[in-house]
Nanobody, 115 residues
């Protein structure tokens, strides 16, 4: 069983920045694909960014050039650096770990972008 613990979210002004982190328990982190998803009120959960065990990344079009996903295998942690935040980035952000035969989710953290 893997536990994913996300950092606390918060309220950010438009144009501001925030870095989320997600710490994973267990020994399989380095071979897992990690990802950040988000779900806004009344909308489906969507992929924000993903990073493979080899470090390859992919992003939703809506966040390309603004968000950066990274991982530190020594710390079993994945990060999401969010810059130039917009009100439409407001959502609950979830961390996900995926590998062969398993998938785990974090509890989610609320990010609100508002002036």
């Amino acid at each position: 069983q893997v536990q994913l613990v996300e950092s606390e979210g918060g309220v950010v002004h438009p144009g501001g920045s925030l870095r989320l982190s997600c710490a994973a328990s267990g020994s399989a982190f380095s071979i897992s694909t990690m990802a950040w998803y988000r779900q806004a009120p009344g909308k489906r959960r969507e992929l924000v960014a993903g990073i493979t065990s080899a470090g390859s990344t992919n992003y939703a079009d809506s966040v390309k050039g603004r968000f950066t996903i990274s991982r530190d295998n020594a710390k079993n942690t994945v990060y999401l650096q969010m810059n130039s935040l917009k009100p439409e980035d407001t959502a609950v952000y979830y961390c996900k770990s995926r590998g062969f035969g398993y998938e785990y989710w974090g509890q989610g953290t609320q990010i609100t972008v508002s002036s």
